[in-house]
Each structure stands twice: as C-alpha cells, then as structure tokens.
C-alpha cells in the first residue's frame, strides 16, 4: 500500500511534528535487506517508524502532551494503515513497558476468536477520535495511566427531549399497601466454564482454579491445605435439580499445586456451574418453603468469567452467555426473567460500538444471540425481542403487574469501552438516553411506574459525562414515575444515592430524590462470598417495601466433604439499620439517606454496612482499625463520577 504523502502531524499549539513515514519513495534504506515491491516500505518498516516516533513522546516533560502526542500519531497511522495500529502500539507498549505484558496485548493487540483483544477497537476509535480535544484528554486520564488531568465534564442536557415537570409528579405515589408481589434480582454469575477440581487457586498468571492457571512460585512441600480440607468431588446436579456428589478427587497427590481448587469454588476464582446452580435451587427452595413463586426476576448482567484476555475466547463468550441463561431458565421455569447485558457480555471484553458511527456490526452477534434466547425463553415477547434486537442499547417490558421495567446496556457508559471516547463530548453518542427517555415520557404520561435496570452503576467505572446525563434523566423522572433503579457489577451489595441538583453540595433529607439498588454476586471472586436477594414490592405502586438478601460462607464447604453449600437469609434491610421508620412507607430514597447519613457518622454503623455489603467475607474489612471504610459515604451518596470524585477529593 502507498503512503502516497508525508504524514503531518500538527500537534499542538508550536509543535509540528514531521513524521518520519516517508513519502512514496523508490527505493529504501532497508536495515535487513528485505526491498519491497517499488519503494513501497516493508509493514515491519512502517511500525519501526511509528514505535521510534512513539518512544520519543517517552521522557518529554509533559506526560499528557506525550499521551496526546501517541494519540495523533495513532490517528495518522489509521488513516493509511489502520491494520498497523494494533502491531505498532502492541509492540510499543511491550517493548517500552508501558503496561504489563498482558494489558497491552489486552488494550492494543489484534483480536482474533481465541483472544479477547481491544486492539482492532482502538483503531476503530482513532479515525473518529479528536485526539487533542475533550475525547483525547479523557482517553489519557482514564486509559492511559493517568496521564492527563481529567477534563471538565462539558455542561450538557438533555431537557429539549422531555417536557417541564408538572407539579403532581414533584412527589411519589403512597403505597396502597394492599399486597406485594416479590422480584427476584440476581447478578453477576460470572460462570468459570473450565473450573478444574484441584487446579490452582493461589495463582499468579490468571483466573485462578482453570487449568492454565500456576504459580509462579514453585511450591516446596505439600500444599498447607493438605490433610485439613476435604470436598474434592465433581459433583453435579440433574435436570430435576437432584445433587449427585460424584466421585473424589486426590488434589494432593503428585500436585505442586499451593491451594487446590475445591468442589463448589474459591475466593479467586468464578463459579463452577454447579454453584450457580446450588445458588438457583436455594433461590426456587427458598419460594417453594414459603409458598410463593416470584413475579418476575431481574438479572444485572455479567456471565463471562473474569480471565484474562488471552484466555477468553468467542466461543467461550458465547457458551458462558449460553449457559447461564440456560441455568436461569431451568430454574425459574415461567418466571420471566429481564437481562441486561454486563461488561463481560461482549467480545471483546467492554466494547459496544454507537450504530450512528460505522463498526456496531461487530457486536449485532451478540445482540441476536441474546434477543433469540430471551425470546425462545418466553421472557420478552417479540416485538420486544425485536426492540432489543434493533435497539442494540435496550428494551422496555410491559410486565403482567403493570410496571415497566427499562434495559440498558451500560457499556455506553463503561471506561474500558474505547468506542465510548469518540465524539465524547455528545451527551447521547449511543441513542440511549432518548430511548430510555422516550419510554419515560410516554409512562410519564400514562401514570405507569417504571424500574430502570443496567450493569454498571452510574457513580462507578462509568464515564463522568454519560453519568451525569443518567442522574438528569433521573431527577426529572423522579420521584413519581421511577420507581426503582439496578445495577450490578460491583459484587458489593450497595446503593447510591441520587439528590436534586446533582453536583450540588447540599446532601439532605429536603433534596434526597431517588436512589439506586446494587445487588451482591453470586461470583465468591474477590474475596466475597455468593448472594441474591429479592424485595417485597407494594402490588400498586411498585415501590419497594423491604430487601432481602440470602448468602452461603463458601469457605465452609472448603471442609464439608462435599456437601452442598448452606445458604442462610443474611438481613433483611428494613430491620438492620437503626432508622425509625413507618411499616406502611417503602424503602425509598429517603430511608436511605438516613442509612447513609449513620454509615458517614458512625463506625459501627459503617462496619454493619461493610459486613453486608461483603456477606461476612475474608474481604470483610475492620472499620475500626483499617482505612478501606473511609470512601463508604462517598460512595453511597454519589449519583454520578463527578459527585464521587469531589467527595473523595474532599476527604484527603
Ligand atoms: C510521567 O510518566 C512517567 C513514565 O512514563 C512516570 O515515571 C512519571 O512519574 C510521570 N510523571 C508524572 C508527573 O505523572
Ligand atoms: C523503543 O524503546 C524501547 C525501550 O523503551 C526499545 O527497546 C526499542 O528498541 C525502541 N524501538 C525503536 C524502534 O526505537
Ligand atoms: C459549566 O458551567 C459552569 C457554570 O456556568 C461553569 O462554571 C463551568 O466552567 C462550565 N464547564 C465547562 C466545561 O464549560
Ligand atoms: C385490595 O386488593 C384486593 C385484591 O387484590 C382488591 O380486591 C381490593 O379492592 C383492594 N382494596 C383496595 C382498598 O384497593
Ligand atoms: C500463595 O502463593 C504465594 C507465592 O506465590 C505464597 O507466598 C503464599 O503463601 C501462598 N498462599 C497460600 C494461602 O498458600
Ligand atoms: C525447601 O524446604 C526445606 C525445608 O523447609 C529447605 O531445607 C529447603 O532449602 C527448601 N528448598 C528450596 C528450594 O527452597
Ligand atoms: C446445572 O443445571 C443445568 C440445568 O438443569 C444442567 O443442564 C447442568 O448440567 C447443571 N450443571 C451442574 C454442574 O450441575
Ligand atoms: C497417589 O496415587 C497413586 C496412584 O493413583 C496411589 O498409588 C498412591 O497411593 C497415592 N498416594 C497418596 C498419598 O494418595
Ligand atoms: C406453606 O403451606 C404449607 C401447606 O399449606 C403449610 O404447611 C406451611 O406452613 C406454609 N408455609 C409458610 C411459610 O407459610
Ligand atoms: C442545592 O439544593 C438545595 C436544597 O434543595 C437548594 O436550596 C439549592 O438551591 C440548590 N443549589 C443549587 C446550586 O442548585
Ligand atoms: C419516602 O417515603 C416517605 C413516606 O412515604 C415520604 O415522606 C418521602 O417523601 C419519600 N421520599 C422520597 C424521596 O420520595
Ligand atoms: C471463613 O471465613 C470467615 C471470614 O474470614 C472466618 O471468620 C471463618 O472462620 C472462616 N471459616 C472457616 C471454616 O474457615
């Protein structure tokens, strides 16, 4: 291919950067020797140039011009060789260890179906990218290590698309208090397809507990685990939900394995299909023992394992994507279940391109896949399934009660998803914000009450923009049509606080408006152990009455011989908190407020929190005696990333 002109760079404000790519040229000055056809320079040449041109932003005064600078010459390169992006910036970042070996090949390499890799994406993203505006100074500070100071979220709104508020919906409905339905919420399943009984769950390289997973140390001896833990047997459940406990298992025999991965998981691995299915039994057991079958179930997304990227292959997305909605399914039988998409749900890893641009083709796959299952599984009917399958961001379901619950695909607003920093100064690049406010309106309208379900919660891992967008919409639609808010992908089980006026100082009981539910996951990986909850829902309103929340101590079935794991109800939210409040009001924005308010002035109250929010784990920190508690207020009374970011800032 013809590098037909001399690639300028016009940097920044003085600087003008000659690049050294050639032009066109007969013949060349070849280090090894290999002359490509007619003066056309060798792609290994090509990417020597650009690594040099890279290496020279290393070492220059300003780490956010040099940030920006790699960007420009990024783009350059996309523009006449878009398929050298991945191998220059690949090699660039090994070579000059700028990230680890695995996170750039995860951030910069090619993908192919064995490899999750962003590196393709990242091309896609520079030839529409400004790299010297607000799109390049967000990648640098959020992608590229901090490199540019974050950037003054631009002042955007999205109010042309809906009409003034009108006084009746200043306030929420009072519950009827004349019975409630109860909704199942799941989240974060995170299946482990290869979780091998015996691998490695001390290891060094990956997600622990798989086959490929080691230490790097070599172990001297026997495993401490030896003689004194117990379950090793490949046990399995059958379609009518019976435990077969399966046949024993010596990890310790020949092994040089430091922590042998035991029958139903480990603290740094995800779930063996057969947890999440003891999960799903206790949740159906649950019902069954108090004679009652929930009304429908929400799911906040995440199915895919959290390996790294060289071990997460298309095949593996897909069958993880395949099993569990599987499992939900079996389980639930004809409870619908409302899914969302989580950051793992994609491949590669986070990405989700805007339809308005060229490349959302790459992710229709998924989109299709999903749809299909969710409609073959009776969850959404087809015109419906036909709203997720084109909308690509979402659907809304008329449920049987009444309620509409709103789907979002939270990977709009994601950090990791490079496609997210293109024209990122848009408020709505991805057409879900008018979607999602479409259907607002149109239940506004009606006197409906919605529930709003995505992945990622607003005020974290989200992009500042994106979430402030979020808290406008919920502000303006809140108290009286929405009802309730899910997310997930924290693994904590959490809330976060929503008050008019977002980014204004005032946090009280006057402006507390709304309120976000985290659930807990089901997924032990981070030193937690597995939980799901459901809520008791007044049957009018919608509003949510109570939360409760069941959980099993994994590392208790590390010596139980194999028996399946005991799950126990862990709280129930209205009874834990010292808040003095009416059985007739619903757990409501407000209610919180009070919990937070006593989480920010009192320790023990901090510590009852972090107990919850970690299910009594390992990770369970000491309030009293360790600083990881610190951030909690912050993080329960933040909406958006710019509120939490103030708070924290404000605390140092
Ligand atoms: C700039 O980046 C280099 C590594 O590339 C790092 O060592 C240095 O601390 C950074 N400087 C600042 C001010 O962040
Ligand atoms: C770029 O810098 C790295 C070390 O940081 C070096 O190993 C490599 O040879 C340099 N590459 C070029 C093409 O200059
Ligand atoms: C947004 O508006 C406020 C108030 O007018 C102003 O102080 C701030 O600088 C603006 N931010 C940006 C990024 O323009
Ligand atoms: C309460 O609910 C029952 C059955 O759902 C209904 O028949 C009755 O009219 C309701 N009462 C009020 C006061 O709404
Ligand atoms: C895990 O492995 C490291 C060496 O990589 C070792 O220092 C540590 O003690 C091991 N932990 C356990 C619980 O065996
Ligand atoms: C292994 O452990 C034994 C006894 O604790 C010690 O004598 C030996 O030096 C260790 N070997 C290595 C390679 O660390
Ligand atoms: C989990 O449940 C599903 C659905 O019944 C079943 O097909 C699968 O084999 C089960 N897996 C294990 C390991 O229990
Ligand atoms: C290890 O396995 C071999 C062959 O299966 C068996 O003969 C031996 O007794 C086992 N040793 C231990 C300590 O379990
Ligand atoms: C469920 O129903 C059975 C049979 O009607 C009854 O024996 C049992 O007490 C009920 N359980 C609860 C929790 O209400
Ligand atoms: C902040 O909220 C308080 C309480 O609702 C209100 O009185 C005040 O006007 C708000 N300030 C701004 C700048 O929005
Ligand atoms: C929460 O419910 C109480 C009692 O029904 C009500 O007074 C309060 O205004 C509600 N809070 C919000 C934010 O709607
Ligand atoms: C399980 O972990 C908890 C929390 O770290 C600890 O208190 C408990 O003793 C552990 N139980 C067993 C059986 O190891």
Same mark, same amino acid.
């Given at each position: 291919?013809?590098?037909?002109?001399?690639?300028?760079?016009?940097?920044?404000? +003085?600087?003008?950067?000659?690049?050294?790519?050639?032009?066109?040229?007969?013949?060349?000055?070849?280090?090894?020797?290999?002359?490509?056809?007619?003066?056309?320079?060798?792609?290994?040449?090509?990417?020597?140039?650009?690594?040099?041109?890279? %290496?020279?932003?290393?070492?220059?005064?300003?780490?956010?011009?040099?940030?920006?600078?790699?960007?420009?010459?990024?783009?350059?390169?996309?523009?006449?060789?878009?398929?050298?992006?991945?191998?220059?910036?690949?090699?660039?970042?090994?070579?000059?260890?700028?990230?680890?070996?695995?996170?750039? %090949?995860?951030?910069?390499?090619?993908?192919?179906?064995?490899?999750?890799?962003?590196?393709?994406?990242?091309?896609?993203?520079?030839?529409?990218?400004?790299?010297?505006?607000?799109?390049?100074?967000?990648?640098?500070?959020?992608? *590229?290590?901090?490199?540019?100071?974050?950037?003054?979220?631009?002042?955007?709104?999205?109010?042309?698309?809906?009409?003034?508020?009108?006084?009746?919906?200043?306030?929420?409905?009072?519950?009827?208090?004349?019975?409630?339905?109860?909704?199942?919420?799941?989240?974060?399943?995170?299946?482990?397809?290869?979780?091998?009984?015996?691998?490695? =769950?001390?290891?060094?390289?990956? /997600?622990?507990?798989?086959?490929?997973?080691?230490?790097?140390?070599?172990?001297?001896?026997?495993?401490?685990?030896?003689?004194?833990?117990?379950?090793?047997?490949?046990?399995?459940?059958?379609?009518?939900?019976?435990?077969?406990?399966?046949?024993?298992?010596?990890?310790?025999?020949?092994?040089?394995?430091?922590?042998?991965?035991?029958?139903?998981?480990?603290?740094?691995?995800?779930?063996?299909?057969?947890?999440?299915?003891?999960?799903?039994?206790?949740?159906?057991?649950?019902?069954?023992?108090?004679?009652?079958?929930?009304?429908?179930?929400?799911?906040?997304?995440?199915?895919?394992?959290?390996?790294?990227?060289?071990?997460?292959?298309?095949?593996?997305?897909?069958?993880?994507?395949?099993?569990?909605?599987?499992?939900?399914?079996?389980?639930?039988?004809?409870?619908?279940?409302?899914?969302?998409?989580?950051?793992?749900?994609?491949?590669?890893?986070?990405? /989700?391109?805007?339809?308005?641009?060229?490349?959302? %083709?790459?992710?229709?796959? %998924?989109?299709?896949?999903?749809?299909?299952?969710?409609?073959?599984?009776?969850?959404?009917?087809?015109?419906?399934?036909?709203?997720?399958?084109?909308?690509?961001?979402?659907?809304?379901?008329?449920?049987?009660? +009444?309620?509409?619950?709103?789907?979002?695909?939270?990977?709009?607003?994601?950090?990791?998803?490079?496609?997210?920093?293109?024209?990122?100064?848009?408020?709505?690049?991805?057409?879900?914000?008018?979607?999602?406010?479409?259907? /607002?309106?149109?239940?506004?309208?009606?006197?409906?009450?919605?529930?709003?379900?995505?992945? !990622?919660?607003?005020?974290?891992? =989200?992009?500042?923009?994106?979430?402030?967008?979020?808290?406008?919409?919920?502000?303006?639609?809140?108290?009286?049509?929405?009802?309730?808010?899910?997310?997930?992908?924290?693994?904590?089980?959490?809330?976060?606080?929503?008050?008019?006026?977002? +980014?204004?100082?005032?946090?009280?009981?006057?402006?507390?408006?709304?309120?976000?539910?985290?659930?807990?996951?089901?997924?032990?990986?981070?030193?937690?152990?597995?939980?799901?909850?459901?809520?008791?829902?007044?049957?009018?309103?919608?509003? !949510?009455?109570?939360?409760?929340?069941?959980?099993?101590?994994?590392?208790?079935?590390?010596?139980?011989?194999?028996?399946?794991?005991?799950?126990?109800?862990?709280?129930?939210?209205? *009874?834990?908190?010292?808040?003095?409040?009416?059985?007739?009001?619903?757990?409501? =924005?407000?209610?919180?407020?009070?919990?937070?308010?006593?989480? +920010?002035?009192?320790?023990?109250?901090?510590?009852?929190?972090?107990?919850?929010?970690?299910?009594?784990?390992?990770?369970?920190?000491?309030? =009293?005696?360790?600083?990881?508690? *610190?951030?909690?207020?912050?993080?329960?009374?933040?909406?958006?990333?710019?509120?939490?970011?103030?708070?924290?800032?404000?605390?140092?």
């Amino acid at each position: 291919m013809h590098l037909s002109t001399p690639i300028l760079l016009s940097l920044l404000t +003085g600087v003008t950067v000659v690049s050294a790519l050639p032009s066109t040229i007969d013949t060349v000055d070849n280090e090894e020797g290999i002359l490509e056809t007619y003066g056309v320079q060798s792609d290994d040449q090509i990417v020597s140039s650009i690594i040099r041109q890279l %290496n020279e932003t290393i070492g220059t005064s300003n780490n956010c011009t040099a940030c920006l600078t790699r960007l420009s010459i990024g783009k350059a390169l996309v523009d006449a060789r878009p398929d050298l992006v991945a191998p220059a910036f690949s090699k660039w970042c090994i070579d000059s260890g700028h990230f680890d070996a695995d996170s750039c %090949n995860q951030e910069y390499g090619i993908s192919t179906v064995e490899n999750s890799k962003g590196g393709a994406n990242f091309a896609d993203v520079l030839s529409l990218m400004d790299p010297l505006g607000y799109d390049g100074k967000l990648y640098c500070y959020y992608r *590229d290590g901090g490199n540019c100071d974050k950037p003054a979220t631009p002042n955007a709104t999205l109010s042309h698309l809906w009409p003034p508020k009108s006084p009746e919906h200043m306030v929420a409905p009072e519950p009827a208090n004349n019975g409630t339905i109860r909704v199942l919420h799941v989240s974060d399943l995170h299946i482990e397809l290869d979780y091998t009984i015996g691998g490695e =769950a001390n290891c060094t390289n990956s /997600l622990c507990c798989n086959p490929h997973s080691h230490n790097k140390h070599k172990l001297n001896g026997t495993s401490p685990y030896m003689g004194y833990w117990n379950s090793f047997y490949d046990s399995y459940y059958n379609d009518d939900f019976s435990f077969v406990k399966g046949n024993e298992i010596n990890p310790f025999n020949n092994s040089d394995v430091w922590t042998p991965a035991a029958t139903w998981g480990n603290y740094k691995c995800d779930p063996p299909e057969r947890l999440i299915n003891s999960s799903l039994n206790n949740v159906i057991d649950y019902a069954k023992q108090n004679n009652f079958t929930f009304d429908f179930t929400i799911f906040t997304g995440d199915m895919v394992d959290h390996d790294v990227s060289k071990f997460i292959s298309l095949e593996e997305t897909i069958k993880s994507e395949e099993s569990v909605l599987r499992d939900l399914k079996s389980r639930l039988g004809s409870t619908p279940v409302y899914p969302v998409l989580g950051n793992h749900d994609s491949y590669p890893y986070g990405q /989700l391109a805007p339809e308005q641009f060229s490349f959302s %083709n790459k992710f229709t796959w %998924n989109t299709e896949l999903m749809s299909d299952m969710w409609q073959e599984f009776g969850w959404l009917k087809d015109a419906q399934a036909q709203q997720a399958r084109s909308h690509y961001t979402g659907y809304a379901v008329e449920t049987k009660v +009444g309620l509409k619950v709103i789907s979002l695909n939270s990977n709009t607003w994601f950090r990791n998803n490079n496609y997210a920093y293109i024209n990122a100064s848009n408020p709505d690049n991805f057409g879900m914000f008018k979607f999602l406010i479409d259907e /607002l309106v149109a239940s506004e309208a009606k006197n409906q009450r919605v529930w709003i379900t995505a992945h !990622i919660p607003s005020g974290s891992s =989200a992009l500042p923009l994106p979430s402030k967008m979020f808290a406008e919409i919920v502000e303006r639609f809140s108290p009286s049509t929405i009802a309730g808010i899910f997310f997930g992908h924290t693994h904590m089980d959490q809330f976060e606080i929503l008050y008019a006026g977002s +980014g204004n100082d005032t946090k009280s009981i006057e402006n507390v408006l709304n309120h976000a539910w985290i659930a807990p996951s089901i997924t032990p990986w981070g030193s937690i152990n597995p939980a799901w909850r459901f809520y008791e829902v007044d049957s009018s309103t919608f509003s !949510i009455m109570n939360m409760h929340t069941f959980y099993t101590k994994l590392n208790e079935t590390f010596i139980s011989n194999g028996a399946e794991p005991q799950w126990q109800h862990e709280y129930s939210a209205r *009874d834990v908190y010292n808040v003095s409040w009416p059985v007739t009001s619903p757990l409501n =924005a407000t209610f919180w407020h009070l919990v937070a308010e006593q989480v +920010g002035k009192s320790v023990d109250v901090r510590q009852v929190y972090e107990n919850y929010a970690t299910r009594f784990s390992p990770r369970t920190p000491s309030c =009293a005696t360790s600083k990881k508690c *610190d951030g909690d207020f912050c993080s329960l009374t933040s909406f958006t990333v710019d509120e939490y970011d103030e708070c924290m800032a404000a605390l140092s």
